[in-house]
């Protein structure tokens, strides 16, 4: 379906953090010896997967499993937000850690994130991680997904690797759209933090302090909504649009030719376009915040 509409899916499983739902079902993936329950809440957790070789071999039958299922070139492995509490406190990592003669946690991530990407890279694929995995060394074919703002973006295109632009506080579209928030808009995230369209028609994905040949390293930008409030695909779609078509553009258009008013007069007749097809999108796009 995606295919025919020239879509790539690129699915993420998101390793060695963000894994305590697969702990609740295989705790021996863990590093403590315990149980583990599926959190009920969103957020950062502790428990993160143990680097033993029982659990690259479960990873690699999931990511053998992925592959079959999505032919596109990437892979995303995550790599964001992995607390290192449980690998500090465990004497398996420990040893590991001297026995690979590595610095520390960090680059104990590093030897995590590399070992996968030999497996998918030996299939013909090729990964993409959070930022945070440039914190014990780039796995040597990664593309970086730049979230936490843009230094970790401009790192990697300097190191001549690809980048993704995602910088949480222009392109994550599940903060609110307007300055009255909570106020006015159904709960969303970042309490007194929004995202209103201008900000996102003004980003510009390829920041100034690059090189040219540095920047051919910037693929482009992306829009990402995490759902964590997002209760209905009405919700979904009144985030996305049109800030979606925002981000289209400011991915097109070099900067000297962009114009915001402009394309907001264009977005009126859009927006009809939207309707035929049944997309609901945000009204804000009339405000001039
Ligand atoms: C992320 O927002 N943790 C990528």
């Known amino acids: 379906y995606a295919r025919q509409r020239f879509i790539t899916i690129i699915p993420e499983i998101d390793i060695p953090g963000h894994s305590q739902a697969l702990l609740a079902a295989y705790p021996q993936l863990g590093c403590i010896d315990s149980s583990y329950q599926v959190s009920r809440q969103w957020g950062v ?11 690259f071999a479960f990873l690699e039958d999931v990511f053998t499993e992925l592959m079959d299922i999505f032919p596109g070139k990437y ?22 850690i001297k026995k690979l003669g590595l610095k520390d946690e960090h680059e104990l991530q590093s030897y995590f994130i590399r070992r996968i990407e030999k497996f998918l890279n030996s299939k013909g694929r090729a990964i ?6 440039l914190e014990g060394g780039i796995a040597p074919n990664a593309t970086i997904m730049s979230w936490h703002g843009e230094n970790g973006g401009i790192a990697a295109a300097k190191e001549k690797h690809p980048v993704i632009m995602t910088p949480s506080a222009f392109l ?10 909570k106020a006015a808009e159904p709960l969303s995230n970042g309490n007194n933090f929004y995202i209103p369209l201008q900000k996102i028609y003004d980003y510009n994905p390829i920041p100034s302090v690059l090189t040219p040949d540095e920047s051919k390293y910037i693929l482009g930008p ?13 919700r979904a779609e009144n985030l996305t649009f049109p800030r979606v078509c925002a981000l289209a ?12 008013t ?28």
């Open 172 to 181: 994550y579209f599940n903060f609110y759209q307007t300055k009255q928030g």
């Open 249 to 260: 553009e400011a991915a097109w258009t070099s900067l000297p030719k962009k114009n915001y």
């Open 262 to 289: 402009d394309f907001v007069n264009r977005l009126n007749s859009n927006v009809e376009h939207l309707r035929r097809m049944n997309i609901r999108f945000s009204e804000y796009y009339r405000l001039t915040n």
């Open 128 to 133: 993409i991680g959070w930022d945070e995995i």
């Open 222 to 234: 992306q829009g990402c909504l995490w759902t964590e409030y997002v209760a209905s695909e009405e």
């Open 45 to 55: 957790h502790k428990d993160i997967l143990c680097p033993k070789e029982e659990t």
């Open 75 to 96: 892979i995303h492995i995550g790599g964001d937000e992995v607390p290192k509490d449980r690998w500090k406190a465990s004497p398996f990592c420990q040893a590991l």
